[in-house]
C-alpha cells in the first residue's frame, strides 16, 4: 500500500469529515490496516501512528461516530492500543528514551472516547481497552513510579498515565462483570501503592499555602487523578487499603487546607479547586462501608478542622456575589463536601454546634443553581432538628421545593440520577412532621405513589425509597386515608409485599412496613394486653449502622441471664408483624437512640408501636452528643437516658442492667385486681354511686374530691381516667382540662403511659374523647384559657 493512497485517505476525511459515514471511515481503516502491516521500519510506522491519530482528532464529533460498534471493533483501533500505548509503554521500563508524543495523543483519544460510553457500545469498548498486557504495563509503570519515583519528570508520559486512569475509571462507572473486575485489580493496588508512597506525602507538603498556585504534571496525576479513581471504588478492593491511604496522607492535608487563608481559596483556579475537590472527597467519602465507625473515630480531630475551614470558605463566598460563575462554582464544590461530611455521624453532631452553618445553608437554597440548591437541603436534611425547622419563617419552602424539583425531573429520563438523589434526600426530612405536614398539603402522595406503581422506576433507588416516605407519612391520618382509598395503589403494594424476590427484600420489607400501618397497626394496638406471660425480658430496637454496640449490649445481657429479643439482620430482617409479636412478649423495650434512629421510618415504626402499646421503654444514648428531639423526643420525654455514647461501656451497662431490674421488679407486684385494696375501692365507689342523690355543682372549681370521682363514674371512667385523677379537687381538674387542650394529642399519650405505667391499663381514646366532651358542661365561662406555651412540663414541650 503506497504512502500516496494513505494520505489520499487522511485528507478525505479532514475534508469531509462534517459529513462523512460509518462505511467511508470503514473503508479507509482497511487502507490504513493494510498500510501499517507493511511498514517495517520503526520511524515510519511511528510517523504512521502520528498522521493516523492526527486524522482522527480531526472529527469534530468523532466520540459519536468511532464509537460505532463496527469501527471500535476494527483492527485499527488494536493496532493503536497495541503499538502506540502497550508496546511504548514497555519500551519506557526497558529504555531511558524520552516518550513518543503518540503516546499522549492515542491515550487522549481512547479517553476522549470513554466519556461517551453507554450502553450500546460498552461491550466493545470493554474488548479493546480491557488488554491484559496494556493493563501490565499501565500497572508496572504505576509501581515504577510509586516505588522508587521513575519517570516523575517525564510530563508526556505522567499526562499518559492520567488519561489511562480516566479510561478505566469511565469504564468501571458502566456494566461491570467480575471477570472485568478481576483483569483491572491490580491497578487499585498500583494507584494505592502510590498513594500511601513518600511522593504523596512530599507532593503535599510541597502544596503553597495559598490556593492560586499552579499544579504541577506529577501533583495533578497524584493529588487528582489517582484520588478520583478511587473514588466508590468496588468491594473487591480491600478496606484496609484505603484506610491506609487516609492514615498516610489525611493529617498532611488537613494542615495544608487549614494553614491557607480562606480568602484566597475564592480565587483559586479551576485545576487547584478540582484537586482539592477530589482528594477532599476520597479522604472522606468512604464513611458508607462498613467501616464506618473506623472512618469517623480515627479521623474525626481532622475531619472537624476541615469541616471548619470549609465553613469559613462557605461564609466568605456568601459575602460575595453569588450569581458570578467563579463563585458558584466555588459554592458548588463547598456544599457538596459538606454533605459527604454529614454521612460521618460522629461529624454531623459537631457540625450541628458550628454558629451558623444552619443559616448559611439556607441562605444558599436561594441560589439560581440546581445542583447547590439540591445539595444544600441534602444538608439541611441532615442538621436540621425539629427547632430548626420551626424557627424557618417559611417552614412550607422546603416541601415546596422538593414538589417542584420532583415534577421537573420525574418524566425527564435525562434526570435519572438528579431524581434518584431527590428522593433519598428528601427521606432526611420526613422525620419532621412540620415538613410531613406540608408535603401532605401540596399534593406529593400522587408523585410518591406514582414512583411505586410504575415498572419504569428502579425497584431499589425509587420505588423503596417513596415507599418509605410514604410510610413516614403515614403516620398521619391524613395521609393515611388517601393512601387506603388508591386501590391501585394498594394491590400493587399488596404484591411487592408478596414477593420474596432476595434482590429486592428492601423492597418488600418497606412495603410490609407500609400495609402494616395503614390495615393491621390500630387492630394491634387494641388488642389487650396479657400481664405476666412475656417470653422476653427485653426487646432492642436499634438502626442498622450501630449494629456493633447493639450487639455488644445484647451479649452482655444475655450472658448476665435476660431473654433478649433482637433482629441481628435489622436492615432486611424480620417484618413489622414479627417485631410487633417480639414488642407485645417483652417485658421492656430498650430504644437505642442516635441520628441513624431518628432517621429510620422503621426504627420510628418499632418505637411508636411500643408506646402506643403502653410498653415501659428504656432509652439509651449510643452516638456522642446525641440529643433526641421531634417525634423521638416526645416517645422518651420524662426518662432518663443511660449514655453509652460518652460513658465507659462497663459502666454505662451496669446502670442498665440495674434500670432493667429495677423495672422488672416494679412490673413483679401484683396488680390491684382482685386485691383487697382494689375491693375496697370498688365498694366505695359503689357507695358513692348509690347514697349520692343531688347534683354536681354547676361549676368545676367548686368540686370536692368526691365530686370529681363521683363525675368520672358516672361517665364510666372509673378504671381509666379516675386511677389518674385520684388526688384531684376541681380546680386541679380544670387545670388538667386545659393541659389537654394546649395539645390534645400529646396529653392522650403521656396519659396512656402514666395509666399503663402504674396500673397495667390501656386507656382507649374513646375514654379520653368521652372525657373531654362532657367535662365541658361544668366549665365556667369566666375561666382562664392558659396559653400553651403555659404548660411547659408536657410531653410535646419536653422535646
Not at 358 to 375: A, C, F, K, R
Not at 392 to 421: C, H, L, Q, W
Not at 578 to 601: H, P, W
Request: hydrophobic share 40%; with cysteine.
Amino acid at each position: 500500500m503506497s504512502n500516496t493512497a494513505i494520505d489520499e485517505h487522511c485528507k478525505s476525511i479532514q475534508k469531509h469529515a462534517a459529513n462523512i459515514s460509518i462505511e467511508q471511515l470503514k473503508t479507509s481503516f482497511d487502507i490504513f490496516t493494510v498500510g501499517f502491516k507493511e511498514i517495517n521500519i520503526p520511524d515510519v510506522k511511528s510517523a504512521f501512528i502520528e498522521k493516523i491519530l492526527f486524522t482522527l482528532a480531526s472529527l469534530p464529533h468523532r466520540h459519536k461516530i468511532l464509537l460505532n460498534s463496527e469501527l471500535v471493533k476494527h483492527e485499527l483501533f488494536i493496532i493503536l492500543r497495541d503499538t502506540a500505548i502497550t508496546d511504548e509503554l514497555h519500551r519506557k521500563q526497558t529504555e531511558e528514551s524520552v516518550t513518543q508524543k503518540f503516546v499522549l495523543d492515542a491515550t487522549i483519544l481512547f479517553m476522549n472516547l470513554s466519556y461517551s460510553i453507554d450502553d450500546s457500545n460498552v461491550d466493545e469498548l470493554k474488548s479493546l481497552l480491557f488488554s491484559k498486557p496494556l493493563i501490565d504495563e499501565l500497572v508496572y509503570c504505576l509501581q515504577e513510579i510509586g516505588t522508587n519515583g521513575k519517570h516523575l519528570n517525564d510530563s508526556q508520559l505522567l499526562r499518559s498515565v492520567r488519561s489511562l486512569l480516566t479510561i478505566f475509571k469511565n469504564i468501571i462507572r458502566n456494566h461491570m462483570a467480575a471477570y472485568d473486575y478481576s483483569l483491572i485489580a491490580p491497578i487499585f493496588s498500583a494507584v494505592t501503592q502510590c498513594l500511601c508512597s513518600p511522593y504523596a506525602i512530599e507532593m503535599i507538603k510541597s502544596l503553597d499555602q495559598y490556593f492560586y498556585q499552579k499544579l504541577d504534571n506529577s501533583q495533578t496525576l497524584f493529588l487528582r487523578t489517582m484520588p478520583w479513581y478511587l473514588q466508590w471504588y468496588p468491594d473487591y478492593g480491600d478496606p484496609e487499603n484505603l484506610i491506609k491511604i487516609l492514615r498516610t496522607l489525611l493529617h498532611e492535608f488537613t494542615a495544608w487546607m487549614t494553614s491557607g487563608q480562606p480568602e484566597s481559596y475564592l480565587q483559586c483556579s479551576p485545576q487547584v479547586n478540582a484537586m482539592i475537590r477530589q482528594l477532599t472527597y476520597f479522604l472522606i467519602r468512604p464513611v458508607e462501608s462498613e467501616n464506618v465507625n473506623i472512618f469517623s473515630e480515627e479521623f474525626y480531630s481532622d475531619y472537624c478542622k476541615l469541616v471548619l475551614q470549609w465553613s469559613s470558605f462557605l461564609s466568605l463566598t456568601l459575602k460575595h456575589h453569588s450569581n458570578k460563575t467563579n463563585l458558584k462554582s466555588k459554592a458548588q464544590t463547598i456544599v457538596q463536601i459538606l454533605y459527604n461530611f454529614t454521612l460521618h455521624l460522629n461529624v454531623l453532631n459537631f457540625m450541628k454546634t458550628i454558629p451558623d452553618l444552619i443559616s448559611m445553608l439556607l441562605e444558599l437554597t436561594d441560589t439560581d443553581h440546581d445542583e447547590i440548591q439540591l445539595n444544600a437541603y441534602r444538608c439541611l436534611g441532615k442538621l436540621m432538628v425539629e427547632n430548626d425547622i420551626k424557627a424557618m419563617v417559611n417552614p412550607g419552602k422546603i416541601a415546596t421545593v422538593y414538589i417542584d424539583f420532583m415534577r421537573n425531573t420525574i418524566d425527564d429520563p435525562g434526570k435519572t440520577e438528579r431524581f434518584d438523589s431527590l428522593l433519598k434526600s428528601l427521606k432526611n426530612f420526613v422525620q419532621h412532621d412540620q415538613v410531613k405536614t406540608e408535603l401532605i398539603k401540596q399534593g406529593t402522595l400522587p408523585l410518591l405513589m406514582k414512583c411505586v406503581v410504575e415498572v419504569r422506576f428502579d425497584p431499589i433507588k425509587v420505588q423503596q425509597v417513596a415507599l418509605e416516605i410514604l410510610l413516614a407519612l403515614s403516620f398521619f391520618n391524613e395521609a393515611c386515608l388517601i393512601l387506603k382509598q388508591n386501590e391501585d395503589f394498594m394491590n400493587h403494594s399488596r404484591n411487592l409485599a408478596e414477593n420474596s424476590n432476595s434482590g429486592q427484600a428492601g423492597l418488600q420489607r418497606a412495603a410490609e412496613g407500609l400495609l402494616w400501618k395503614l390495615e393491621k397497626e390500630n387492630a394491634a394496638v387494641a388488642k389487650p394486653s396479657i400481664l405476666y406471660s412475656h417470653k422476653y425480658n427485653i426487646m432492642i430496637s436499634y438502626a442498622h449502622k450501630n449494629q456493633e454496640l447493639c450487639l455488644q449490649i445484647h451479649e452482655e445481657l444475655v450472658k448476665h441471664g435476660f431473654n433478649v429479643w433482637l433482629d441481628r439482620e435489622c436492615l432486611y430482617g424480620s417484618t413489622m408483624v414479627g417485631i410487633a409479636n417480639a414488642i407485645e412478649n417483652s417485658e421492656n423495650v430498650l430504644i437505642c437512640m442516635s441520628n441513624a434512629y431518628k432517621e429510620s421510618v422503621y426504627c420510628q415504626s418499632e418505637a411508636h408501636y411500643a408506646f402506643e402499646r403502653g410498653c415501659r421503654l428504656i432509652p439509651i444514648i449510643i452516638e456522642a452528643d446525641y440529643k433526641p428531639d421531634g417525634w423521638l423526643g416526645i416517645i422518651v420525654s420524662g426518662k432518663i437516658y443511660v449514655n453509652f455514647a460518652n460513658t465507659q461501656f462497663s459502666l454505662a451497662y451496669e446502670k442498665l442492667k440495674n434500670e432493667i431490674i429495677q423495672q422488672c421488679q416494679t412490673a413483679s407486684k401484683p396488680l390491684p385486681t382482685n386485691s383487697t385494696e382494689n375491693n375496697s375501692m370498688s365498694l366505695e365507689h359503689t357507695e358513692l354511686l348509690s347514697n349520692t342523690i343531688e347534683d354536681l355543682p354547676y361549676s368545676i372549681t367548686e368540686w370536692t374530691h368526691d365530686h370529681v370521682k363521683l363525675f368520672l363514674l358516672r361517665m364510666k371512667l372509673g378504671t381509666t381516667i379516675l386511677p389518674l385523677c385520684t388526688r384531684l379537687d376541681g380546680d386541679r381538674l380544670l387545670q388538667l382540662y386545659e393541659m389537654c387542650l394546649s395539645n390534645r394529642e400529646s396529653m392522650y399519650q403521656s396519659l396512656k403511659f402514666e395509666l399503663n405505667e402504674r396500673y397495667h391499663t390501656l386507656l382507649p381514646i374513646a375514654d379520653y374523647i368521652t372525657f373531654l366532651h362532657n367535662i365541658k358542661a361544668y366549665i365556667p365561662s369566666n375561666a382562664i384559657t392558659y396559653p400553651s406555651s403555659f404548660f411547659r412540663f408536657t410531653r410535646c414541650d419536653l422535646m
